[in-house]
């Protein structure tokens, strides 16, 4: 809490109540910026999260991609193999 200074102990009582209001504003006002401040920068660090799973999960998904056509390929080249070799035909 700020102490009153002395010139405004001179002052009629309507002014030290409004120097009182414009001090307990300017605090609130203080108060409110560094608030404001500190919630953009949670903004900030949350949007940067955000973008990095966005990378993380795009990047995943192409590997999987890949992994899944690479299994494919491979099936169909056992798949293949098998139809054509004999010896398997007769464990259909």
């Not at 056509?69 to 193999?81: C, D, G, P, Q, S």
């Amino acid at each position: 809490m700020r102490q009153i200074p002395a010139l405004v102990l001179h002052l009629p009582h309507h002014m030290v109540r409004t120097q009182c209001v414009v001090a307990k504003t300017t605090d609130v006002r203080l108060q409110l910026v560094e608030q404001q401040r500190c919630l953009e920068q949670q903004t900030e660090m949350r949007v940067q999260l955000l973008q990095d799973l966005q990378d993380f999960f795009r990047k995943k998904s192409e590997i999987e991609t890949e992994y899944s056509r690479n299994l494919e390929k491979l099936a169909e080249r056992f798949m293949a193999k098998t139809r054509s070799t004999k010896d398997h035909q007769q464990y259909k």
